[in-house]
């Protein structure tokens, strides 16, 4: 599995208010398209969530097996005459759930972790930065196999497994500036003043590292649907008879010749998925790109 | 290359390497139950107090944790990586037999990524902003985005309808017996796995190829009238070679333990496969041993890939 952590290096910097933020992603033609994208993905999960779809992703309807896309069923049907643009709704719903609950559990550790590696140096860095050695020693999907095999199967524990595999690079995505703000001349100078500590952390580091930790963010939500599908794939991830998107593929595959359909739109909405992010960060780094800023 | 820093590099890896241990015990002492649970299963409900002890002591699970951890050291450091709970082989013979499929698909396709993705990196970076460029980056993204099982199953679906093959075990060739039998069925698991690979590679050399190639030695070279081929590939490309070396070593290292969905769709009996089937019995002597050779061959393959750029560029050394 090629889900390769990228660590990115983004140029330090504040990053703007959100309206600001979101025209100069409108701006880049990457961040555009992925901005649409991902909207839709959103919409299509919310849409599903709020049951504004015309099947159930769950009810079984015997007479309605392995129907082609239709007017009536968009996606066709699957095995259970259940309806799939249904089911990719809710596999989509399923796939944010964990791929957010990850990232955001690894957003936590990961950058508290590496801004106190970097703000406090001495000792507790050392300590910290082999621990985020250690785990880069384990290839991705291994690491987040070993995991649930320990939690078991299960969305929550799937979404574990991934913060796990996930915290080292926030880790060291945050160390890096943090320990360029740290020697700044006006932190250096808030020191003098008696400013506490955690104001120092809040209102200086935090605002300082934001930037490149939000370009992390949205390629680790790509690589964790990536993942969430791979670990459901193998039966490790979500459990059925709940949708995902690793499981419909796993089910469609002796399928594929018979009734293409069963197979195309949820491996397509991976895909789509992981494109989308992925641009989506293409388009927030250019946006948050101080020397792009100074340029204009 | 400085001994020094070499004894350094080695020294951290070794530091890693019992690091990495830590983790695989913690997390494998997370599993609810214990050895005699895991072994026994339901039967372990219908010892007498007796024998629970007996298998307590046998097991040494009185013990506290870090003699435990230890004594498990202890035991993989002299080549004993414990016994099968489901099949009673050695997990050492097990893992041996199966370690050299996953390597052999590793490098095949390694051998293929990294050819594929230097051509596509150089095709897109020796005109950034062209329509080639674009082209190529956007089939690298797709590269990155399509899950490889999906790859698979497409793959398995044509083998199936163009050559009437379907993947099992029991009809696996190792490449010692037959090299031609053994490359038609690794050939194609080979260049599903290529295709992230090269995307990968693709988009190091393309940013690396675009970057040098803005440095003042190539505009001599061109100055000189040096062949356009010539400065691509022996001065643009060797210089970006370091990156791209590095990411090759990375990716490489990521197949070694990123195989297991590869060999699941295409029944290859390698690591992978083990650590799955492994994992869905909880047999967890196994689950335990082969992360923990993944981890050791990911973390020498790192170390393998610093030695090998610092003998290759000087500026390393120096640096």
């Known amino acids: ?296 | 290359m400085t001994w020094r820093w070499a004894g350094a590099r080695l020294g951290g890896a070794v530091l890693t390497l019992f690091g990495v241990t830590i983790v695989v015990f913690v997390v494998l002492r997370a599993i609810p139950g214990d050895a005699i649970t895991s072994s026994l299963g339901i039967e372990s409900g219908t010892l007498t107090p007796a024998q629970t002890q007996a298998l307590t002591l046998y097991y040494g699970l009185d013990k506290p944790w870090y003699v435990q951890f230890f004594a498990w050291v202890g035991q993989v450091l002299r080549g004993n990586l414990g016994v099968s709970l489901t099949s009673g082989n050695t997990v050492g013979s097990l893992i041996g037999a199966a370690l050299p499929v996953t390597v052999e698909l590793a490098v095949l396709a390694a051998i293929i990524g990294t050819v594929i993705g230097v051509l596509l990196g150089t095709l897109a970076g020796s005109g950034p902003g062209r329509a080639r460029d674009g082209v190529t980056q956007g089939v690298g993204l797709l590269g990155l985005a399509v899950p490889e099982f999906v790859l698979g199953i497409l793959m398995v679906a044509f083998l199936a309808a163009r050559f009437d093959y379907f993947p099992d075990t029991s009809t696996f060739v190792p490449i010692t017996t037959s090299f031609s039998a053994n490359m038609s069925q690794m050939l194609y698991p080979a260049l599903v796995l290529a295709v992230g690979f090269a995307a990968n590679v693709m988009r190091t050399t393309r940013s690396e190829y675009v970057e040098v190639a803005q440095a003042d030695f190539v505009r001599t070279a061109r100055g000189k009238g040096l062949a356009p081929g010539r400065i691509r590939f022996a001065h643009i490309l060797r210089n970006a070679g370091i990156p791209i070396l590095t990411v090759t070593g990375i990716q490489f290292g990521y197949l070694l333990g990123g195989t297991v969905i590869i060999e699941q769709i295409f029944a290859l009996p390698g690591l992978g496969r083990l650590l799955f089937t492994a994992i869905t019995n909880h047999d967890y002597p196994i689950v335990q041993s082969s992360v923990l050779v993944v981890a050791v061959a990911f973390v020498l393959v790192n170390l393998l890939v610093d030695l090998a750029y610092r003998a290759v560029d000087p500026r390393v050394r120096q640096a």
Do not use: K
């Open chain 1, 1 to 296: 599995m090629s889900v390769t952590p990228v660590v990115t290096e983004t140029a330090t910097a504040a990053a703007p208010p959100a309206g600001r933020l979101l025209t100069r992603i409108w701006r880049d033609t990457n961040g555009r398209i992925g901005l649409v994208l991902t909207a839709i993905l959103v919409l299509a999960a919310l849409c599903g969530a709020v049951g504004l779809l015309p099947h159930d992703p769950i009810a079984q309807f015997p007479d309605a097996r392995y129907r082609p896309p239709s007017a009536d069923y968009w996606f066709g049907s699957d095995q259970f005459g259940r309806d799939i643009l249904a089911r990719v709704a809710a596999g989509i719903w399923t796939s944010l759930r964990v791929s957010v609950v990850s990232v955001a559990l690894a957003t936590l550790v990961g950058a508290t972790l590496g801004v106190c590696a970097g703000f406090f140096g001495g000792w507790l860095d050392q300590v910290i930065s082999r621990f985020v050695e250690v785990l880069f020693a384990f290839p991705a999907i291994l690491l987040a196999l070993a995991v649930v095999s320990a939690l078991g199967s299960g969305w929550f524990n799937t979404a574990v497994a991934i913060a796990v595999v996930y915290t080292p690079i926030f880790a060291r995505v945050a160390r890096g500036p943090t320990l360029s703000v740290r020697n700044a001349e006006f932190v250096n100078a808030q020191r003098v003043l008696g400013i506490p500590t955690h104001r120092i952390l809040l209102r200086h580091v935090l605002p300082n590292i934001s930037a490149p930790v939000v370009v992390q963010v949205t390629l680790a939500l790509s690589w964790a649907i990536l993942t969430e599908s791979a670990l459901s794939f193998l039966g490790l991830g979500t459990q059925p008879p709940e949708p995902s998107l690793g499981l419909m593929v796993a089910d469609a595959q002796n399928t594929i010749t018979s009734a293409w359909w069963t197979m195309a739109f949820p491996a397509a909405t991976i895909v789509v998925a992981v494109v989308a992010l992925n641009l989506l960060g293409d388009g927030l780094r250019s946006a948050l790109d101080p020397r792009r800023e100074q340029s204009r």
